[in-house]
């Protein structure tokens, strides 16, 4: 069965979180209101919220996650790996954590750590058949690399910090800026206990080579 996000009521109301961090609401987000006569006065806090509301696919109707995502970059979120793929679009108001700011980009770690992800994923497998080293999470043939290479690991941390360290190498080969920087939630992740960035704990096996 294929389901979407429906905008706005496909977002729970319950299932809330919180970031000292403003976005500016847009059609589909929950607490978005087109009706601005009944706003506040105030011009610079219309429509404008520090809260998110999860999916209630992840909320309620999913118990188990098998996460999915493509290997590639994300220019404001550093790569759009294991962490971007459960968390930007599986909630409402997000551009404010997809900015390019050191603490929009550690937030993922924070939001991903919610018990309605964390507890939920029992598996990655990252498509890295055709990656892509820049210009995602939007596709752009140009950046595109015939990778041929599937990782699947239960530790979202470690293939997090893998492609990342490749995309970086291919970057450096393209005379490319580096984006470590805005993929600072990786090792954040790791401090929070959700996986290993460390290289020397990662154990990397082939199959089938």
């Given at each position: 069965?294929?389901?979407?996000?429906?905008?706005?009521?496909?977002?729970?109301?319950?299932?809330?979180?919180?970031?000292?961090?403003?976005?500016?609401?847009?059609?589909?987000?929950?607490?978005?209101?087109?009706?601005?006569?009944?706003?506040?006065?105030?011009?610079?806090?219309?429509?404008?919220?520090?809260?998110?509301?999860?999916?209630?696919?992840?909320?309620?109707?999913?118990?188990?996650?098998?996460?999915?995502?493509?290997?590639?970059?994300?220019?404001?979120?550093?790569?759009?790996?294991?962490?971007?793929?459960?968390?930007?679009?599986?909630?409402?108001?997000?551009?404010?954590?997809?900015?390019?700011?050191?603490?929009?980009?550690?937030?993922?770690?924070?939001?991903?750590?919610?018990?309605?992800?964390?507890?939920?994923?029992?598996?990655?497998?990252?498509?890295?058949?055709?990656?892509?080293?820049?210009?995602?999470?939007?596709?752009?043939?140009?950046?595109?690399?015939?990778?041929?290479?599937?990782?699947?690991?239960?530790?979202?941390?470690?293939?997090?910090?893998?492609?990342?360290?490749?995309?970086?190498?291919?970057?450096l080969h393209a005379s490319l800026p580096a984006i470590g920087h805005t993929a600072d939630y990786v090792g954040f992740a790791s401090a929070l206990g959700l996986g290993n960035a460390a290289a020397n704990r990662i154990e990397i096996k082939n199959i089938g080579r």
């Amino acid at each position: 069965q294929l389901k979407a996000i429906a905008p706005r009521d496909g977002y729970d109301p319950k299932a809330v979180l919180s970031a000292p961090l403003l976005g500016k609401l847009v059609w589909g987000d929950f607490d978005y209101r087109a009706d601005k006569v009944k706003m506040p006065i105030l011009s610079d806090t219309e429509n404008t919220s520090n809260i998110s509301h999860f999916s209630r696919i992840v909320s309620t109707e999913v118990t188990k996650i098998i996460n999915v995502p493509v290997m590639s970059s994300s220019e404001p979120n550093g790569i759009a790996g294991c962490f971007y793929n459960v968390t930007i679009p599986n909630i409402d108001n997000w551009r404010r954590f997809s900015q390019g700011s050191r603490f929009g980009a550690e937030s993922l770690a924070e939001i991903y750590s919610n018990p309605l992800i964390a507890k939920k994923v029992v598996f990655n497998l990252m498509d890295g058949l055709i990656a892509q080293y820049a210009g995602g999470p939007q596709s752009q043939p140009n950046y595109a690399m015939h990778h041929a290479t599937l990782y699947a690991s239960k530790d979202p941390v470690a293939l997090d910090a893998i492609a990342l360290k490749r995309l970086e190498q291919w970057r450096l080969h393209a005379s490319l800026p580096a984006i470590g920087h805005t993929a600072d939630y990786v090792g954040f992740a790791s401090a929070l206990g959700l996986g290993n960035a460390a290289a020397n704990r990662i154990e990397i096996k082939n199959i089938g080579r």
